[in-house]
């Protein structure tokens, strides 16, 4: 019979098992605990309690507590804590005295081998007691008839053994007392509340091992598993669950002889994927403690190094140029805005074209700042200002040893180094051709291989190239590849020169001046605004657009930075106009640039030009007057002469 004394609550559940008179003790204390458990008294004991207990599912007790051959039997046979009870030495001396005062002859059974204090308080107080002990119930009934053989008048033992004195016509005196009970339902209770503790950690523990992205398992020092992550149980193939107390390599056999011998990594293949593994201690350095294993996929490793990578090094390769930096009011230029903030949002490769000097890189970082490849890095190099050994080396990397000199473990390249982010490849056409082929896979593949390696490795980059050259030239002159090119020309933005943008030369001017001022403190006073760089450069206005400027913008910072060394130093004339403010003229540029005054009188001399310069000539003229007719519109103008962008701008600069 089972007799459930309380509703189910969230206090530990603790089952007492009797099926003799300790029972009876067990209903007399349990309503001392009704606000700290969950008490159930099971009328079962042995094979059917281990019974009941198997079938009491998720609702099983936290705790057991039986007496003498019921309790042993259940600790070797149940996976729940079972707390035996024990007579105290004054339930010994308590139970001797009572029988001693029933009867002449005095036995003391117990489970198990009698204890040596007890014999040694017997012959201390010379009692003269009968010791016996069993081992289960079948031998307890045995003990009971060899002492009623033997004359014993009363027996002193459990309730197995006293209802067995009882039924054979002994006296019999109840070993347990009320004590000795309730030491055993707090003891249980202590058991029960380190073992829900115990669970809820292990419970935690495990929800932790669940979520972690690697695989993890944890063995024991026969190499078995004590707990293994679903994440790794998937890897393998087999169910987390039931892997629990099997051997490792019996669960996956693939893993013999790639696992760590000792704490360390090594590398070992799943089911066709290569993955990291970390051996190292479960507890402590003692290989008694077990053994931690983690699998981390190489793929995954290696997308981490290179996010890392690429954000460590994003200070060093970071764009520093904006949309708004690039000055000018023109049609052109706003087209060319236009065009950026279009391109920023594909991830397809773009061509810049424009003469040196026309902001061509200004106009690669404003794209990359608009991207979403914005917080990775903009790593730019030029094609032309390295060597070809050492512009593969710097593009591609190498492996230690790939050459006499290389660096101890190798080096990424830089394009390795702009991964996520944007590769800007300035003078693309001055590339040697041996590396354009390579080049090429890297546009085609996104896998770049170091020099000395045999290892692809991905890479995720959105490429940028920029020229000064008509590239359809070099194709046909054999230095360029045409693949190379059509894999480049995806996207282009034509940069215009600065002569065919003069309404934009005075405001380019002042924010020159104006960013020259804020570097040189001597200049700041002069120069605190825009406004003021403006009243300071109004009166070369006409002579700014008249010269051609060669060098694009790059010339006209050149001037401008040669103007404010002057101004820096000049005296301040009080008496003039503006506040004070030194307006400079056509003489004071003379001064500091000749070139710019003097180039009129240079043009004024006409050279002799072959046809063909003069047909170039001519060919640009017509272009020029076609660009101001459309403003600016160089989609419209080709349309209208029916010539591709690139051979437009191969014309215009023929033509200068």
Known sequence: MNTPLFEPSPRPRIWALSISRLRDLFFDIAGEYVERADLRIVSHGFEDAVREIEAAGAAR?????????????????VTVPVVRINP?????????????????RVALVTHGDTPEEVRRFAAAYALDVTFASYQSAQDAEGVVLDLSDRGVDVVVGPGLVTDLAANAGMGAVFLYSRASVRAAFDTALEVAQATRRETVRRQRLDNLLQHLRDGVVALDAQGCVEVMN????????????????????????????????????????????????????????SAAAGTVLTFQESRAVERLDRTLRARQRVQQFAARYRLEDIVGASASIERVRSLVQRYARSDATVLILGESGTGKEMVAQSMHQLSARRDFAFVAINCGAFPEALLESELFGYEEGAFTGARKGGKAGLIEVAHRGTLFLDEIGEMPLSLQSRLLRVLQEREVVRLGSTEPTRVD?????????????????????????????ILSIVLPPLRERPDDLLPLAVELLRQAAAREPRLAARVPDAAAAERVLIGLGA????YAWPGN???????????????ADADIDADAPHEGVTVLTREMLRDVAPEVVEAHARAAKPAALTLRERSRHVEADQIRAALAAHDGDRDAVCDALGISKTTLWRKLNAGR
């Open 61 to 77: 007790p936290d705790v057991v507590i039986a007496g003498g051959s019921n309790g042993a039997y259940l600790k070797t046979r």
């Open 230 to 285: 679903q994440r790794l149980a998937s890897v393998l193939g087999i169910d987390a669950a039931k892997a629990a107390g099997r051997a490792l390599l019996d669960l996956a056999p693939d893993l013999a002889g790639s696992l760590p011998d000792a704490d360390g990594d090594s590398f070992c293949t799943v089911r066709g994927a290569s993955y990291v593994v970390h051996r190292g201690p479960l507890a402590s350095s």
């Open 88 to 104: 105290t030495g004054f339930d010994v001396m308590h139970a001797l005295g009572r029988a001693r005062r029933d009867g002449a």
């Open 543 to 546: 002579s700014l657009r008249r």
């Open 553 to 567: 913008v790059r010339e006209l910072q050149n001037v401008i930075e040669r103007i404010a060394v002057e101004l």
């Open 461 to 489: 980059i959105r490429v940028v190239a920029a020229t000064h050259r008509a590239l359809t030239e070099g194709i046909e002159a054999g230095s360029f590849r045409a693949d190379l090119y059509y894999r480049l020309n």
